[in-house]
């Protein structure tokens, strides 16, 4: 044997290497004269062994029990892409080799000795055809059941891991394999896919520290009645779901919120964490307060979602006077929550009954929605969905049905006719969705998972903007002309932004260069950039104490912005200066902040980040869905677990290259549901293209 330094590692062809991958992984320096035997080097743990190749497999895969090592240095993310490996060689190697297909009753070497060899070829393969579909059919079959007698969705056949489970099936040889059981799937496995989905989210946390992150929370309460506390790390349009709490016999108090906020933000990462945004509840507002006084870089941001929302139940649902001042709003409102009574009403009586409610699908294809008052804008939806129905409901009322039709209160079906037929009720319900409509346009553009944090100070005066010229073109006033109406509705909105302002939607807002270009400032008059802004300027600089509180890092990103704002020194090139209109905010930063090194990594931070916590609500769905009625002994642990795969590989999934094309195309988009269907705001969108939602 020549001396160890001098062997020289002997190459396989590339077949070789193609059918047995492993190979790859080890360097093989000397061939046994006879046999199989081999002496090779692992790449990883650098040991020498002697075998053949499956004495290589069972080192890389970590095979106990083979008598040969397993290997030390196989982490779990290499340990999967060698199984990975071996697998695709697999099913590559099965596509190349002709179907064996033993057939019913045929003897062992029936074909020997054919004095026809041709002709009996050919009929056998027609015969192994004609058998081979016949297995498939029943497969076929046999999977159907399984929908039908589980209830199933329809959807699940899109499913890209459905798919993939068959496919690996059907390209292995697995003879006597039997499906996991019910304690296997729940106990074991679900421990085991949670740790190999946690593993797939590192590619996905190593962002963070670049594009930054915000931890959202919402609570919730189970089928069981107990109070759940969720949090979702959003980066990127990409929120992850990190944890849920179960706060049962706890005070839920700003400190205990805090102290459960503190624990995720060390989890991520407090460098890596831009905001914490909750609902505006007092518990809510105080945890985030503690959690921004402790951390330099965090601050706490109120859901912008839920401040729309809550300016629109003002103006929709006028409460009793109780003071002089709110006898004032009372009386220039109440109009507001009568019609959107009389739409419910409406909506319930149709709905409640089985006649009144057949007779209406007759003249609608849409159909009237059942929407929560939980739901976000739930009284905008329903008036946008009876405009939708008007000549529906018109023609329902009028019909020779509805007048032989005997209801036993015909007081009631008299106020329903007299609503539906009456124009003034209808010209006073299209003006409500009509001022409304710029609020609930800001709703549904913020109640996403995109980035909009830089965008929200500026949506908020063009969406009041946008309302006030509504109501003026109603009531046919001057902008100089004074409007009581709008002033109730525009102090309503004012006092709502000035409860959910903060100085991160000031800083984002300065850092958007497209609001420093002339085509911007002269889209509307008054507009000013936000460096003339007083309010701006006065909240940008609290930001920048709080990020930089170091007095030379404050000096120089001072610098840096008035250099970003007067567009000065390098930044005064012409593409520089043009490409604030043209390119999206983050692609203007990645391409021309250079110069303005400080102000540029906080930039890409600010920009990528949402303005709501809407994706909690969105978790509470899959947690509803997940732990509904039927599945209430779930222990919470359980359902946790459940959450974070579900949830995650469908985020997971959404980043692979075959999401958008195949078979599997949006496979988590739709579908048809069993269980009760969940409305949301952005629901409508379909509602308004005249699509029913099945």
Request: aromatic share 10%; charged share 25%; glycine share 4%.
């Amino acid at each position: 044997m020549p001396p160890r330094d001098e062997r020289v590692p002997i190459e396989l062809d590339e077949q070789q290497k193609k059918n047995y991958p492993l190979w790859n992984h080890v360097v093989l320096l000397e061939k046994a004269p006879t046999g199989g035997n081999s002496i090779w080097r692992c790449k990883y743990c650098n040991q020498e062994h002697n075998g053949s190749y499956s004495r290589v497999r069972n080192h890389l895969l970590r095979v106990a029990g083979t008598g040969i090592k397993i290997c030390p240095k196989v982490t779990k993310s290499v340990l999967a892409q060698l199984k990975s490996e071996v697998a695709k060689a697999a099913e590559d190697n099965d596509r190349s080799k002709a179907k064996d297909v033993p057939l019913p009753g045929a003897a062992a070497g029936s074909s020997a000795g054919s004095g026809f060899p041709v002709k009996k070829r050919l009929r056998s393969s027609a015969l192994e055809k004609a058998y081979d579909m016949e297995n498939r059919n029943q497969l076929d079959a046999l999977i159907a059941r399984l929908f039908y007698s589980g209830g199933i969705s329809f959807n699940i056949a899109r499913n890209p891991y459905y798919r993939e489970a068959f496919k690996f099936a059907a390209n292995h040889n697995l003879g006597g394999y039997v499906p996991p059981s019910y304690n296997k799937l729940r106990t074991t496995l679900l421990k085991q896919e949670r740790a190999h989905v946690e593993s797939l989210l590192d590619r996905l946390k190593s962002v963070w520290p670049e594009k930054g992150v915000t931890i959202c929370s919402d609570g919730w309460t189970d089928a069981q009645r107990r109070p759940l506390i969720n949090f979702i790390a959003v980066a990127e349009t990409s929120p992850m779901f990190l944890r849920a709490i179960d706060a049962s016999g706890d005070e839920k108090t700003k400190e205990y919120i805090a102290e459960k906020l503190v624990a995720v933000v060390e989890e991520v990462g407090p460098k890596n964490v831009v905001q914490i945004i909750t609902d505006n509840a007092a518990n809510c507002k105080g945890a985030g307060l503690i959690v921004q006084q402790k951390y330099d870089n965090i601050f706490w941001t109120p859901c912008v979602v839920h401040t729309l929302n809550l300016a629109l139940k003002n103006i929709c649902a006028a409460k009793l006077p109780r003071t002089e001042e709110q006898e004032k709003v009372y009386d220039e409102l109440h109009w507001i929550t009568l019609i959107a009574g009389d739409v419910s009403f409406i909506k319930n009586y149709i709905m409640n009954h089985g006649m009144r409610l057949s007779m209406f699908n007759e003249f609608s294809k849409l159909k009237l929605l059942a929407v929560a008052e939980t739901r976000f804008a739930s009284v905008v939806v329903m008036l946008k969905r009876f405009l939708l129905v008007k000549r529906a409901l018109q023609s329902m009322v009028i019909s020779e049905a509805w007048e032989t039709y005997r209801d036993d209160n015909s007081g009631q079906a008299q106020f329903v006719r007299e609503k539906i037929l009456c124009p003034r009720w209808w010209e006073n319900l299209e003006y409500i969705v009509d001022f409304t409509d710029p609020i609930y346009e800001m709703l549904r553009v913020a109640d996403t998972d995109k980035p909009c944090l830089h965008l929200i100070y500026e949506m908020w005066d063009t969406m009041i903007e946008n309302v006030k010229k509504v109501i003026y073109t109603k009531e046919k006033k001057r902008d100089d002309e004074q409007s009581t109406f709008f002033t109730i509705i525009y102090d309503i909105l004012v006092d709502r932004w000035t409860k959910s302002n903060t100085p991160l939607h000031c800083l984002a807002h300065s850092l958007n260069p497209r609001y420093y270009h002339e085509k911007w400032l002269n889209e509307r008059p008054g507009r000013q950039p936000p460096h003339q802004d007083l309010e701006i300027s006065v909240m940008r600089m609290k930001c920048f104490r709080k990020f930089f509180p170091v007095t030379e890092d404050l000096n120089q990103v001072k610098d840096e912005y008035s250099r970003f704002a007067t567009c000065s020194e390098e930044l005064n090139d012409f593409d520089s200066i043009y490409d604030r209109w043209v390119l999206d905010p983050v692609k203007w930063w990645v391409n021309h902040g250079q110069p303005i090194p400080m102000l540029q990594k906080l930039a890409l931070k600010l920009l990528n980040q949402p303005a709501s916590s809407s994706c909690c609500e969105r978790n509470w769905s899959t947690y509803s869905f997940i732990h509904s009625m039927k599945r209430n002994k779930l222990a919470p642990e359980r359902a946790e677990d459940l959450v974070f795969v579900h949830n995650n590989l469908r985020l997971l999934s959404r980043k692979a290259e075959d999401y958008k094309t195949g078979p599997c195309r949006m496979w988590d988009v739709g579908g048809d549901y069993v269980a009760r269907i969940r409305i949301r705001v952005s629901d409508t969108i379909q509602a308004e293209k005249h699509v029913i939602v099945p």
